[in-house]
C-alpha cells in the first residue's frame, strides 16, 4: 500500500510562509493524483490543492489561490505544498492524498497521511 507521511507545518504569525512536505513510500507514486486537503477543528476535511500526474496541471481553492502553490517531485516521491501569506484562517490539519482521478472530491482518493498541524497567529 502507499504509505504518506507529511511534515513541515509549524506555528507561525499571519503574513508567514511554510512549505509542507509528504513523501511516499510507493514506488508507483508518479502514477497517482495528488493533492492536499485541510481539516480545522469542528470542520469537515475541505479540498486546498491537487495536482497532476505529471506535475504540469494544477487546482486551488478559491480561498487558497494565489497564496499555495503545490509541486511534486517524481525523482523523490514527494509533493509539496507552499504556502505564503498565511492567514489566521489557515489553521488547520494539513493532509496529502494520493489517488486516480484528478479532482477535490475527497472520497476520490484512496491513501492519506496522518497530517501535519499548522497553526497561523493572527
Known amino acids: 500500500q502507499v504509505q504518506l507521511v507529511e511534515s513541515g507545518g509549524g506555528l507561525v504569525q499571519a503574513g508567514a510562509s511554510l512549505r509542507l512536505s509528504c513523501v511516499a513510500s510507493e514506488g508507483t507514486f508518479s502514477n497517482y493524483i495528488m493533492a492536499w486537503f485541510r481539516q480545522a477543528p469542528g470542520k469537515e476535511r475541505e479540498f486546498v490543492a491537487v495536482v497532476s500526474r505529471s506535475g504540469s496541471m494544477t487546482s486551488y481553492a478559491e480561498s487558497v489561490k494565489g497564496r499555495f502553490t503545490i509541486s511534486r517531485d517524481k525523482v523523490k516521491s514527494m509533493v509539496f505544498m507552499q504556502m505564503n501569506s498565511l492567514k489566521f484562517e489557515d489553521t488547520a490539519v494539513y493532509y496529502c492524498?494520493?489517488?486516480?482521478?484528478?479532482?477535490?472530491?475527497?472520497?476520490?482518493?484512496?491513501?492519506w497521511g496522518q497530517g501535519t498541524q499548522v497553526t497561523v497567529s493572527s
Open positions: 492524498a494520493a489517488g486516480d482521478s484528478y479532482t477535490m472530491d475527497l472520497i476520490r482518493y484512496d491513501f
